[in-house]
């Protein structure tokens, strides 16, 4: 029960999206490639792929048909920057469902937090459509699931990714048993995420980050903003969204973290729940900085840093 168990399957290699796109398999292979590096050997957990059923709580039904359809006929999907392939609709159903039985695993005690290492991302897939690299949006997916299958009441989701998540505000907004915080870059891409919009009865926030603020203004954010709101909700259950593109070297962002302030941010969010998290892969395109933000990210879920 101690442990911290990963979530990983090849598949999630298959989903192709061209040689010159940033959302690419090799930024697993950067991550699996630093765990070595550093020994680290986490268990990695047996996963299901997602159902309809697990889907349909989230999306609907035609947008989870448009997608079998543009992934199994290799079709372009209208948002251009969704690359889809053939191979992609198993790593779709495999990163959404390793979210669900990551957090059946916490649930039963198995693990005391999984960290799911898996593409396409989630966090931008809105009900009804996928954009910003994603299919079906895997944390919400989650979250769903745990309200919905597993009756928990109060579920927290922060969501650290240097792009707000849309998708997981539009899913949630009107859900006040689930609170979603997200800290991104404003403006930025997909040019959401107002710090006025709070959602049914106070549960969303958004904390917005000018380009190149100091790393410092995170963690101010975090300690007078973000983790107050959190401890009043008195979550049961956080999710993460772990987005590493707010790093001083990611090319997709214009922040100044580092490794080490991952570590102060995911120890910090950890406080408000005893226990029973899971975090779930989002953005991250410097190979390098991905990796050992990875491990840093894995051994503060373990306590170990």
């Known amino acids: 029960m101690s442990e911290v168990a990963i979530v990983f399957r090849e598949e999630a290699l298959f989903h192709d999206t061209g040689p010159f796109h940033p959302e690419r398999p090799a930024r697993l292979e950067a991550i699996l490639e630093a765990f070595k590096k550093?020994?680290?050997?986490?268990?990695?957990?047996?996963?299901?792929?997602?159902?309809?059923?697990?889907?349909?709580?989230?999306?609907?039904?035609?947008?989870?048909?448009?997608?079998?359809?543009?992934?199994?006929?290799?079709?372009?999907?209208?948002?251009?920057?969704?690359?889809?392939?053939?191979?992609?609709?198993?790593?779709?159903?495999?990163?959404?469902?390793?979210?669900?039985?990551?957090?059946?695993?916490?649930?039963?005690?198995?693990?005391?937090?999984?960290?799911?290492?898996?593409?396409?991302?989630?966090?931008?897939?809105?009900?009804?459509?996928?954009?910003?690299?994603?299919?079906?949006?895997?944390?919400?997916?989650?979250?769903?699931?745990?309200?919905?299958?597993?009756?928990?009441?109060?579920?927290?989701?922060?969501?650290?990714?240097?792009?707000?998540?849309?998708?997981?505000?539009?899913?949630?907004?009107?859900?006040?048993?689930?609170?979603?915080?997200?800290?991104?870059?404003?403006?930025h891409y997909p040019g959401t995420g107002f710090p006025e919009e709070r959602g049914k009865n106070n549960t969303n926030l958004n904390v917005q980050m000018m380009p190149g603020v100091p790393a410092e203004l995170w963690h101010s954010a975090m300690a007078n903003?973000?983790?107050?709101?959190?401890?009043?909700?008195?979550?049961?259950?956080?999710?993460?969204?772990?987005?590493?593109?707010?790093?001083?070297?990611?090319?997709?962002g214009r922040q100044n973290l580092t490794e080490d302030d991952f570590v102060k941010i995911t120890k910090a969010v950890m406080e408000v729940v005893n226990g029973k998290v899971v975090s779930v892969l989002e953005g991250g395109y410097d190979l390098e900085s991905l990796g050992e933000s990875s491990v840093a990210h894995y051994l503060a879920l373990s306590g170990k840093i």
Request: proline residues 6%.
């Open 225 to 252: 903003l973000i983790l107050p709101e959190l401890k009043r909700f008195t979550p049961e259950f956080l999710l993460i969204s772990a987005g590493f593109d707010a790093h001083v070297r990611d090319p997709l």
């Open 38 to 187: 550093h020994d680290i050997h986490p268990p990695i957990l047996d996963i299901e792929s997602a159902s309809k059923e697990d889907l349909l709580r989230v999306h609907t039904r035609a947008h989870i048909e448009t997608v079998e359809k543009t992934c199994r006929e290799n079709l372009d999907y209208p948002d251009p920057d969704t690359v889809m392939g053939e191979a992609s609709w198993d790593a779709a159903l495999l990163a959404a469902g390793g979210a669900v039985s990551a957090c059946k695993a916490v649930l039963e005690g198995k693990f005391k937090a999984v960290f799911e290492i898996m593409r396409p991302p989630g966090h931008h897939a809105e009900p009804d459509r996928a954009m910003g690299f994603c299919m079906f949006n895997n944390v919400a997916v989650a979250g769903r699931w745990l309200t919905d299958v597993a009756g928990l009441k109060r579920i927290a989701i922060f969501d650290f990714d240097v792009h707000h998540g849309n998708g997981t505000q539009k899913t949630f907004y009107e859900d006040d048993r689930v609170y979603y915080v997200s800290i991104h870059q404003y403006p």
